[in-house]
């Protein structure tokens, strides 16, 4: 089992930059999918970005050019850089990490991220 713990949130005004760091408590090398959502106040859960398979990452159409997600595999830790941010880009924000093959999913715990003048 992995535990996952997202940082970096805050409020930040709109065109700022966070970084979202998420660590993983075990070795990430044998997950195929790694991703990070959101979820702002009453909408569904959405996917921000994704890296498959080691592949290169994926954005939503709402974050391309402006997220970039990486992933260090020898700190097990993932990282989402968030520029020129949005008020509509507030919402807490999970990483995930998949290994499909066993059905293992595993979620962090969230980190808020706030975007206002």
């Known amino acids: 089992q992995v535990q996952l713990v997202e940082s970096g949130g805050g409020l930040v005004q709109p065109g700022g930059s966070l970084r979202l760091s998420c660590a993983a408590s075990?070795?990430?090398?044998?997950?195929?999918?790694m991703g990070w959502y959101r979820q702002a106040p009453g909408k569904q859960r959405e996917l921000v970005a994704t890296?498959?398979?080691?592949?290169?990452?994926n954005y939503a159409d709402s974050v391309k050019g402006r997220f970039t997600m990486s992933r260090d595999m020898a700190k097990n830790t993932m990282y989402l850089q968030m520029n020129s941010l949005k008020p509509e880009d507030t919402a807490v924000y999970y990483c995930?990490?998949?290994?499909?093959?066993?059905?293992?999913?595993?979620w962090g715990q969230g980190t808020q991220v706030t975007v206002s003048s």
């Open positions: 075990g070795s990430i090398l044998w997950f195929n999918a």
């Open positions: 995930n990490v998949k290994r499909t093959i066993t059905g293992a999913d595993y």
């Open positions: 890296i498959i398979s080691g592949g290169n990452p």
